[in-house]
């Protein structure tokens, strides 16, 4: 059997430290210490960049210096991705290419490495996303096998028709178990399959716990091999295939209702659209003050803005099946909110104070919605 495991690492820029602590310790640093035990497992791994600032900024520079030893011996390879984890789909062109730099960078700094492959946050496709990744320099993607518009075989690579990026699907079924657990019953068998797998990085630990020490277990086996996702696609020829619109969170029915981003974007859930309309507001407004005295403060909060949670948090969608939560917290979407808000609040030009009063409108009008909900449940 051939295992072929993609970690996603991430937690949000503007979030409590003590919540990255409980991450770091109870799921990264099991992660990274599994690996340095089994030097012959290999994972692909994305780490977002502004989790990687936080960490730093945390005191956790010992367990980066742990991942670059073992980037270094092979064992681990890390994505591109953008730096504050938004849905790129949904983000103007230049704020995707400003946040996919600002990942570059700190991957440099942080590992002196620069990677082949790309996550986009979430999973979420688009051709002009895809686009947007081959002209960057990447060579594939990772994503849900809900994404293929036609039948496939999940163990087989591809080539996007849209973009020429090569891509690799993972199996929905068994990343949504606790992984661990499914791929160890698998390997006892002596199976002869290529799995791919890909869940947050969380699940090892601080969403799930495995008292049994199934990961640890799984991973001094013999009995199967590791790769790569770039291992496994140098190896693989690709055949084309077409995309459609979806993150590793769609479903069918929400494809055919036209809504591909459901979770973060869903035309029939009016919180959604107010947060986009915030969300449009700060960036034509920050990019029109570009020649602001504090745009680098604006910038640096409407990037955290952006991220993906606040829209996630207002979903209102059950995902405890994948050892989630209710995607409802009036709290965790305030959060998002007074960082866009807070974004053009930064401007000193004075003639952004009209702007500023429009945006505090809407900002006001988000809260009110959020928290009428909350408490009528309507």
């Not at 780490?47 to 030893?69: H, Q």
């Not at 103007?92 to 960078?105: C, L, M, R, V």
């Not at 693989?236 to 995309?243: F, I, Q």
């Not at 309309?277 to 604006?298: G, M, P, Q, R, V």
Request: charged share 25%.
């Amino acid at each position: 059997m051939i295992w072929i495991n993609f970690l996603h690492l991430y937690q949000p820029g503007n979030i409590d430290g003590r919540l990255i602590k409980d991450a770091v310790e109870k799921s990264y640093e099991r992660i990274v210490a599994a690996l340095e035990k089994n030097p012959h497992i290999r994972f692909t791994l994305n780490i977002s960049g502004c989790l990687l600032l936080r960490m730093d900024e945390l005191g956790y520079s010992d367990l980066i210096r742990r991942i670059k030893t073992l980037i270094e011996k092979g064992q681990v390879e890390l994505t591109g991705s953008a730096s504050y984890h938004p849905i790129i789909p949904l983000i103007p062109k230049d704020e995707a290419i400003s946040q996919i730099k600002e990942n570059e960078q700190i991957l440099l700094k942080c590992f002196n490495y620069k990677p082949r492959g790309f996550f986009s946050p979430e999973m979420a496709y688009s051709p002009k996303t895809s686009k947007l990744i081959k002209a960057l320099g990447y060579e594939w993607l990772i994503l849900d096998e809900i994404s293929a518009a036609e039948p496939i075989n999940r163990t087989s690579a591809y080539e996007d028709r849209a973009s020429g990026l090569k891509v690799i699907f993972r199996s929905r079924s068994i990343s949504q178990t606790f992984v661990p657990e499914t791929i160890l019953a698998l390997a006892n068998k002596n199976s002869n399959e290529t799995i791919i797998t890909a869940t947050d990085g969380e699940l090892y630990g601080l969403r799930h716990i495995d008292p049994q020490g199934k990961l640890e277990s799984l991973l001094k086996l013999t009995t199967y091999k590791t790769k790569t996702i770039s291992e496994f696609l140098d190896t693989s020829s690709a055949g084309p295939v077409t995309l459609r619109e979806s993150t590793w969170e769609s479903d069918e029915d929400e494809l055919e209702n036209g809504l591909p981003f459901a979770l973060w974007y869903n035309k029939n859930n009016a919180i959604h659209k107010e947060l986009w309309k915030l969300t449009a507001l700060a960036c034509k407004t920050i990019k029109t003050f570009e020649k602001d005295k504090n745009y680098a403060w604006a910038k640096w909060h409407l990037a955290r803005g952006m991220a993906s949670c606040m829209f996630w948090w207002a979903s209102g969608k059950d995902l405890r099946h994948v050892f989630g939560p209710i995607c409802w917290s009036p709290d965790e979407i305030e959060r998002g909110t007074n960082d866009l808000i807070r974004s053009i609040r930064a401007l000193e030009s004075e003639e952004a104070k009209p702007i500023k009063l429009r945006a505090e409108k809407l900002h006001a009008k988000i809260r009110y919605a959020i928290w009428k909900k909350h408490w009528t449940n309507q």
